[in-house]
């Protein structure tokens, strides 16, 4: 599975659409991720997506039998008691919105 989602990223990076404004998905994401984090780090405090930085794409594929509508990387900002880093992140969105995976890199 790891290697198809990686496939699905390089090939949607390379048919990048572009976006007037931040889809409604973007949030969903940030919501998700802070949700998950915040279970195994309760000193989370706030979760920020860096907007320039975001990679923003339409997709018509699917990881196994699951449909993938679209994928959202770029820099987030986990803010914390003592710590505010930015980290990269991956977030995969499947129909109707609904957040598949949200992935933040570890530093």
């Known amino acids: 599975m790891r ?10 990076l390379t048919s990048s659409g572009t976006f007037a404004q931040v889809p409604a998905e973007v949030d969903a ?3 998700s991720g802070l949700a998950a984090l915040k279970e195994r780090s309760p000193s989370i405090d706030e979760l920020t997506f860096d ?7 339409k997709a018509e594929t699917k990881v196994e039998d699951t449909p993938v509508k679209m994928v959202i990387m770029g820099d987030a ?8 880093k930015p980290y990269r992140f991956v977030c995969l969105v499947g ?3 609904k957040v598949l995976l ?6």
């Open 51 to 57: 907007i320039e930085s975001l990679a923003i794409s």
């Open 95 to 97: 129909e109707k919105g």
């Open 29 to 31: 994401c940030r919501a």
């Open 3 to 12: 290697i198809a989602i990686l496939t699905i990223i390089g090939s949607i």
């Open 77 to 84: 900002y986990l803010k914390r008691e003592k710590d505010d």
């Open 102 to 107: 949200t992935f933040f890199t570890v530093q």
